[in-house]
């Protein structure tokens, strides 16, 4: 390759890289929203069953299906942020360990670091990158495209439940109306 066509297939993988690392970020916000707001209902289901409050017709049942509901909306979302690591996804050779992974990069001492990046990454002359530069930011992409992925789709398990609960709730105010029009 010459050096303007590696320079631009640096840049896609890493603007391709820089999108996944958003895409995980978005994920991440969608669940922590969703872990509020299931926990707002928690405590707000709690206060209500447990206070000397009569609840309308229906309701205290209700919010006691409801509430295991929101509980496990809630423990999907805490599961979504356990750190996936690239070990569990890619495994290479202590010698080709990537050193754009943090993981990676933490195992090696300071001293030597700077000594690994030039050797791994300068390129050698009439070169913008080295292919191993290439290949570690390919993996970084297929990993965090996974990450993104699983968190995208706890996401999606968890808004069931949520949803779930919703309807549950809105049971008895239907069932008021059906029977209020029938008489």
Not at 12 to 19: D, G
Not at 143 to 168: D, Q, Y
Request: aromatic residues 12%; contains cysteine.
């Amino acid at each position: 390759m010459k050096d303007d066509q590696e320079d631009a297939f640096e840049k896609v993988l890493s603007t391709q890289l820089s999108r996944n690392i958003d895409f995980v970020r978005f994920a991440e916000t969608k669940n922590a929203a969703l872990l509020t707001f299931s926990s707002a209902w928690i405590i707000g289901s709690i206060n209500l069953l447990t206070g000397q409050a009569t609840l309308p017709a229906g309701y205290a049942v209700a919010f006691c299906v409801a509430l295991p509901l929101f509980a496990a909306a809630g423990l999907v979302c805490i599961l979504s942020f356990v750190p996936q690591i690239l070990d569990r996804f890619h495994q290479q050779d202590d010698d080709d360990k990537s050193l754009l992974y943090w993981g990676h990069v933490a195992e090696i001492p300071v001293g030597r670091y700077h000594a690994r990046v030039t050797e791994r990454y300068k390129p050698q002359e009439n070169h913008s990158v080295t292919e191993r530069y290439l290949d570690d930011l390919c993996v970084q992409i297929s990993v965090n495209a996974r990450i993104a992925m699983r968190k995208f789709t706890m996401f999606n398990i968890a808004a069931g439940f949520v949803f779930a609960a919703v309807l549950v709730l809105s049971l008895p105010p239907i069932w008021w109306g059906i029977r209020h029009l029938l008489r």
